[in-house]
């Protein structure tokens, strides 16, 4: 009765509100954010490593450059569309090579206060969430943003660096996850500097190996 009830829900929200592919805007017919042509247009992306410290460095897994129709599921954010956020997780463990990678717990890159309340969501989070359930291994809040920054993108390099001085720390209770395998979670990498920052952070719980990060897409 609640799947009929949730089938005959979808069937009207689909009539009133039609989707859309958000890549080219053709009508879909399913419960999905891409159309095939733009699902299979998106090109593949190599592994980048990143170095953190002399001991550890972190290996990058992009589904594709930050282009479309990768773009615009990214910015989606802005007007609080969860689906296309879920829909990044589902491309990440569709399109890179995380289903092989071996980690432990998946940490999603948090938002300030201030800017989950405005979305009332963390697009990292959600993405995290996909992974979990495609994985079956844990979400966990190791990071917290300790004050609010400025959008990085409205930044020269030298200032993204100075921005996100001191920005992360570790929660309460992080040390009982000291040499677990992290996998480090966001939308997207430009120049990387967040990412850094966060990993600066993670190390300090001493992983067990090199960290992962995933990205749905990177420009570097």
Known sequence: MINLFNSAKQIVFNFIAPPFCIGCHVMLVTDT????????????????????TSRYSARVFAVSDYCEPLRSLV??????NRLAAKQLGRLMWQRTDLPY???????????????YAWRWFNQAEVIAQELSKKSGKPVIQLLCRAHKTEYQTRLTRQKRLNNLKDAFQLVAGAEQY???KILLVDDVMTTGT??????RTLVKIAPKEDVIVGVACRTL
């Open 33 to 52: 954010i891409l159309c095939t042509n733009c699902f299979g247009g998106i090109a593949p992306l190599a592994t980048k490593t990143l170095p953190i």
């Open 75 to 80: 910015l989606a954010k802005h007007q609080s």
């Open 101 to 115: 990678a071996d980690f432990d717990i998946i940490v999603p890159v948090p938002l300030h206060w201030t800017r």
């Open 178 to 180: 000291r040499g677990k």
């Open 194 to 199: 967040t990412l850094h920052h966060c990993l």
